[in-house]
């Protein structure tokens, strides 16, 4: 005797993340289709079994695809199911977080239905993505603290001055220049690259550094 199961929907989500004009923003897209057509929601799709060898290969085909994005730190942050968040049935969806220049996302604003949108305006979104964009930010705050990730929203090369400033968007509060920059050569992630920029109202050029390596974590907070 066979049993049959109804097949639950396996969908992953994107909280593609940027800084613009000082403030941490979201990329969402407008839905095209029902359930939810005409909304803002998070950029998402079904896992295609006959392309994606894993859900992270899924994820970085959806930015591809739907955004035009690649090449950019990508990573999964938890599991949101249940037969309430998609009116389409039970449902589960792996979601990630992205971490972007803006320099490199702005191309994606000229796509039909894209936008980006300051975090503290999110609100009111489809299915349970208000609950998965505050899970993005408070694991990019939490992990920010102790690690790297704030830099991925840097060009290749950056002055420390952009360095600090991205990092007090980022975790939202005021981190005194001097002891940042201590702690930031005393742990070692960056390497200067020989090249010099002058930042907006500085006086004088400051050092271009850019990332040691893919990722780095850090044995204490800023």
């Known amino acids: 005797m066979t049993t049959t199961f109804e097949k639950p929907i396996l969908t ?24 939810f057509a005409g909304r ?3 950029i998402g799709g079904y896992v295609h079994v ?3 060898c894993n859900l992270g290969e899924t994820a ?3 930015l591809r695809d739907k955004v035009g994005l690649s090449k950019l730190y990508v990573e999964q942050l938890s599991t949101f199911s249940g037969a309430d968040r998609d009116p389409r049935g039970w449902s589960a969806s792996v979601a990630y977080f992205s971490l972007t220049p803006f320099e490199c996302l702005q191309p994606a604003l000229n796509r039909t ?7 503290a305006a999110v609100s009111g979104l489809p299915f349970d993505h208000d609950l998965i964009v505050r899970a993005a930010v408070e694991r990019l705050r939490g992990k920010g603290a102790y690690s790297d990730l704030p830099a991925r929203f840097l060009g290749e090369s950056f002055t420390l001055p952009e360095l600090h400033r991205v990092y007090q968007i980022v975790l939202g509060e005021r981190i005194n220049i001097d002891a940042f920059r201590r702690k930031v050569l005393e742990r070692d992630f960056l390497e200067a690259t020989g090249e010099k920029r002058t930042d907006e109202g500085a006086t004088r050029p400051s050092a271009l550094f850019r990332l040691k390596s893919a990722a780095s974590v850090f044995d204490r907070r800023f």
């Open 12 to 35: 992953i989500d994107l909280v593609p993340l940027t800084v613009r004009d000082g403030r941490l923003c979201v990329l969402l897209a407008e839905r095209g289709q029902e359930p």
């Open 40 to 42: 803002q929601a998070l």
């Open 50 to 52: 006959d392309k994606d």
């Open 60 to 62: 970085r085909r959806v």
């Open 113 to 119: 239905g894209l936008d980006l949108v300051d975090i």
